[in-house]
T-cell receptor
Framework: RKEVEQDPGPFNVPEGATVAFNCTYS??????FFWYRQDCRKEPKLLMS???SGNEDGRFTAQLNRASQYISLLIRDSKLSDSATYLC???????????FGSGTRLLVRP | EPEVTQTPSHQVTQMGQEVILRCVPI?????FYWYRQILGQKVEFLVS????????KSEIFDDQFSVERPDGSNFTLKIRSTKLEDSAMYFC???????????FGQGTRLTVV
Protein backbone atom coordinates (compact mmCIF):
# COMPACT_ATOMS: atom_id res chain seq x y z
CA ARG A 1 0.00 0.00 0.00
CA LYS A 2 1.32 3.48 -0.88
CA GLU A 3 2.27 5.66 2.07
CA VAL A 4 0.13 8.54 0.81
CA GLU A 5 -2.53 7.89 -1.78
CA GLN A 6 -4.48 10.36 -3.89
CA ASP A 7 -6.83 10.16 -6.85
CA PRO A 8 -4.71 11.51 -9.74
CA GLY A 9 -7.67 13.13 -11.48
CA PRO A 10 -7.84 15.26 -13.48
CA PHE A 11 -10.86 16.96 -12.00
CA ASN A 12 -12.30 19.19 -14.70
CA VAL A 13 -14.77 21.69 -13.21
CA PRO A 14 -16.39 24.99 -14.27
CA GLU A 15 -15.55 28.25 -12.58
CA GLY A 16 -17.55 28.67 -9.40
CA ALA A 17 -17.84 24.96 -8.71
CA THR A 18 -17.06 23.30 -5.42
CA VAL A 19 -14.56 20.47 -5.63
CA ALA A 20 -13.24 18.06 -3.02
CA PHE A 21 -10.03 16.05 -2.95
CA ASN A 22 -9.32 13.10 -0.73
CA CYS A 23 -6.13 11.56 0.52
CA THR A 24 -5.40 8.49 2.60
CA TYR A 25 -2.22 7.67 4.48
CA SER A 26 -1.05 4.27 5.57
CA UNK A 27 0.98 4.95 8.70
CA UNK A 28 -0.98 5.72 11.84
CA UNK A 29 2.13 7.34 13.32
CA UNK A 30 1.72 10.22 10.90
CA UNK A 31 1.89 13.42 12.86
CA UNK A 32 1.71 16.46 10.61
CA PHE A 33 -0.43 17.01 7.56
CA PHE A 34 -0.32 19.56 4.78
CA TRP A 35 -1.82 20.42 1.44
CA TYR A 36 0.63 21.85 -1.07
CA ARG A 37 -0.12 23.22 -4.49
CA GLN A 38 2.20 22.67 -7.45
CA ASP A 39 1.97 24.47 -10.76
CA CYS A 40 3.46 22.86 -13.85
CA ARG A 41 7.26 22.57 -13.54
CA LYS A 42 7.31 24.73 -10.41
CA GLU A 43 8.11 24.05 -6.79
CA PRO A 44 5.48 22.86 -4.30
CA LYS A 45 3.99 25.74 -2.30
CA LEU A 46 2.15 25.38 0.96
CA LEU A 47 -1.58 25.82 0.63
CA MET A 48 -2.48 25.02 4.21
CA SER A 49 -1.59 22.89 7.18
CA UNK A 50 -4.27 20.47 8.34
CA UNK A 51 -5.27 20.41 11.99
CA UNK A 52 -7.20 17.76 13.89
CA SER A 53 -10.16 20.06 14.41
CA GLY A 54 -10.30 20.98 10.73
CA ASN A 55 -9.43 24.41 9.45
CA GLU A 56 -10.53 26.92 6.88
CA ASP A 57 -8.66 29.57 4.92
CA GLY A 58 -10.94 31.61 2.70
CA ARG A 59 -12.36 29.32 0.04
CA PHE A 60 -10.30 26.35 1.23
CA THR A 61 -11.29 23.91 3.97
CA ALA A 62 -9.17 21.02 5.19
CA GLN A 63 -10.33 18.12 7.33
CA LEU A 64 -8.44 15.33 9.08
CA ASN A 65 -9.89 12.03 10.22
CA ARG A 66 -7.23 10.20 12.20
CA ALA A 67 -9.38 7.13 12.82
CA SER A 68 -9.85 6.60 9.08
CA GLN A 69 -6.40 7.99 8.20
CA TYR A 70 -8.01 10.32 5.75
CA ILE A 71 -7.46 13.96 4.80
CA SER A 72 -9.65 16.11 2.61
CA LEU A 73 -9.46 19.46 0.87
CA LEU A 74 -12.55 21.37 -0.21
CA ILE A 75 -12.32 24.28 -2.63
CA ARG A 76 -15.38 26.48 -2.92
CA ASP A 77 -16.13 28.92 -5.74
CA SER A 78 -13.30 27.62 -7.95
CA LYS A 79 -11.26 30.18 -9.88
CA LEU A 80 -9.31 29.67 -13.09
CA SER A 81 -6.19 30.34 -11.05
CA ASP A 82 -6.92 27.31 -8.87
CA SER A 83 -5.88 25.06 -11.78
CA ALA A 84 -2.87 23.16 -10.46
CA THR A 85 -1.86 19.87 -8.90
CA TYR A 86 -2.74 19.49 -5.23
CA LEU A 87 -0.33 17.47 -3.15
CA CYS A 88 -1.24 15.72 0.07
CA UNK A 89 1.78 15.63 2.37
CA UNK A 90 2.35 13.90 5.71
CA UNK A 91 5.15 13.66 8.22
CA UNK A 92 5.44 10.74 10.60
CA UNK A 93 6.20 11.14 14.25
CA UNK A 94 9.95 11.21 14.91
CA UNK A 95 10.80 11.50 11.22
CA UNK A 96 12.33 14.44 9.46
CA UNK A 97 10.95 13.78 6.03
CA UNK A 98 7.78 14.89 4.32
CA UNK A 99 6.04 12.15 2.35
CA PHE A 100 4.23 13.34 -0.75
CA GLY A 101 1.25 11.84 -2.50
CA SER A 102 1.31 11.74 -6.29
CA GLY A 103 -1.06 14.69 -6.46
CA THR A 104 -4.51 15.40 -7.80
CA ARG A 105 -4.73 17.56 -10.90
CA LEU A 106 -7.44 20.22 -11.02
CA LEU A 107 -8.52 22.00 -14.19
CA VAL A 108 -10.94 24.89 -13.79
CA ARG A 109 -12.56 25.91 -17.05
CA PRO A 110 -14.29 29.22 -17.90
CA GLU B 1 9.68 37.69 2.13
CA PRO B 2 12.63 35.34 2.72
CA GLU B 3 12.94 32.49 0.29
CA VAL B 4 15.03 29.46 -0.53
CA THR B 5 17.17 30.06 -3.60
CA GLN B 6 18.69 27.42 -5.85
CA THR B 7 21.31 27.60 -8.57
CA PRO B 8 21.55 26.84 -11.38
CA SER B 9 17.96 26.76 -12.58
CA HIS B 10 18.89 24.28 -15.32
CA GLN B 11 21.96 22.10 -15.69
CA VAL B 12 22.78 19.84 -18.60
CA THR B 13 25.54 17.32 -18.02
CA GLN B 14 27.01 14.30 -19.71
CA MET B 15 26.51 10.86 -18.21
CA GLY B 16 29.32 10.04 -15.80
CA GLN B 17 30.08 13.65 -14.93
CA GLU B 18 29.87 15.11 -11.45
CA VAL B 19 27.35 17.82 -10.70
CA ILE B 20 26.86 20.09 -7.72
CA LEU B 21 23.49 21.66 -7.07
CA ARG B 22 23.46 24.65 -4.79
CA CYS B 23 20.90 25.97 -2.36
CA VAL B 24 20.74 28.88 0.05
CA PRO B 25 18.11 28.05 2.69
CA ILE B 26 16.22 30.69 4.65
CA UNK B 27 18.69 32.14 7.13
CA UNK B 28 17.14 31.20 10.48
CA UNK B 29 16.04 27.74 9.41
CA UNK B 30 17.62 24.69 11.02
CA UNK B 31 16.52 21.70 8.95
CA PHE B 32 17.44 21.29 5.30
CA TYR B 33 16.23 18.87 2.67
CA TRP B 34 16.76 17.70 -0.86
CA TYR B 35 13.88 16.25 -2.84
CA ARG B 36 13.66 15.22 -6.44
CA GLN B 37 10.82 14.94 -8.93
CA ILE B 38 11.19 12.95 -12.11
CA LEU B 39 8.99 14.41 -14.85
CA GLY B 40 5.41 13.27 -14.40
CA GLN B 41 6.11 11.55 -11.10
CA LYS B 42 5.75 12.44 -7.45
CA VAL B 43 8.07 14.44 -5.25
CA GLU B 44 10.51 12.02 -3.58
CA PHE B 45 12.55 12.56 -0.44
CA LEU B 46 16.31 12.22 -0.81
CA VAL B 47 17.93 13.46 2.40
CA SER B 48 17.50 15.66 5.45
CA UNK B 49 20.29 17.55 7.20
CA UNK B 50 20.38 18.98 10.69
CA UNK B 51 23.15 20.18 12.94
CA UNK B 52 25.74 19.66 10.21
CA UNK B 53 24.97 16.03 9.61
CA UNK B 54 22.58 13.82 7.70
CA UNK B 55 19.57 13.04 9.87
CA UNK B 56 17.70 10.81 7.47
CA LYS B 57 18.11 9.55 3.91
CA SER B 58 16.14 7.49 1.43
CA GLU B 59 17.12 4.44 -0.60
CA ILE B 60 17.63 6.72 -3.58
CA PHE B 61 20.43 8.54 -1.73
CA ASP B 62 23.18 6.02 -2.40
CA ASP B 63 26.98 6.38 -2.47
CA GLN B 64 26.76 8.55 -5.57
CA PHE B 65 25.08 11.31 -3.60
CA SER B 66 26.49 13.55 -0.91
CA VAL B 67 25.46 16.74 0.84
CA GLU B 68 27.32 19.38 2.72
CA ARG B 69 26.96 22.81 4.18
CA PRO B 70 30.44 24.17 3.60
CA ASP B 71 30.10 27.71 4.86
CA GLY B 72 27.05 27.89 7.09
CA SER B 73 24.81 29.31 4.40
CA ASN B 74 25.06 27.22 1.22
CA PHE B 75 23.68 23.69 1.20
CA THR B 76 24.89 21.55 -1.69
CA LEU B 77 23.93 18.25 -3.27
CA LYS B 78 26.64 16.47 -5.21
CA ILE B 79 26.09 13.61 -7.61
CA ARG B 80 29.44 12.01 -8.32
CA SER B 81 28.81 10.13 -11.54
CA THR B 82 25.51 11.05 -13.10
CA LYS B 83 23.26 8.51 -14.79
CA LEU B 84 20.50 9.11 -17.31
CA GLU B 85 17.94 8.25 -14.63
CA ASP B 86 19.20 11.11 -12.45
CA SER B 87 17.46 13.50 -14.84
CA ALA B 88 14.85 15.23 -12.70
CA MET B 89 13.89 18.41 -10.94
CA TYR B 90 15.80 18.74 -7.67
CA PHE B 91 14.22 20.82 -4.93
CA CYS B 92 15.90 22.14 -1.83
CA UNK B 93 13.71 22.90 1.19
CA UNK B 94 14.15 24.22 4.70
CA UNK B 95 12.13 24.51 7.88
CA UNK B 96 12.73 26.57 11.02
CA UNK B 97 11.66 23.93 13.55
CA UNK B 98 10.26 20.41 13.39
CA UNK B 99 6.59 19.92 12.46
CA UNK B 100 6.28 23.16 10.53
CA UNK B 101 5.76 23.51 6.81
CA UNK B 102 8.69 23.26 4.45
CA UNK B 103 9.66 26.12 2.16
CA PHE B 104 10.88 24.97 -1.22
CA GLY B 105 13.31 26.56 -3.63
CA GLN B 106 12.38 26.96 -7.28
CA GLY B 107 14.34 23.86 -8.19
CA THR B 108 17.19 22.88 -10.47
CA ARG B 109 16.27 20.97 -13.59
CA LEU B 110 19.02 18.42 -14.16
CA THR B 111 19.26 16.85 -17.60
CA VAL B 112 21.74 14.03 -18.06
CA VAL B 113 22.58 13.25 -21.69
Amino acid sequence: RKEVEQDPGPFNVPEGATVAFNCTYSNSASQSFFWYRQDCRKEPKLLMSVYSSGNEDGRFTAQLNRASQYISLLIRDSKLSDSATYLCVVRMDSSYKLIFGSGTRLLVRP
Amino acid sequence: EPEVTQTPSHQVTQMGQEVILRCVPISNHLYFYWYRQILGQKVEFLVSFYNNEISEKSEIFDDQFSVERPDGSNFTLKIRSTKLEDSAMYFCASIPVMNTEAFFGQGTRLTVV
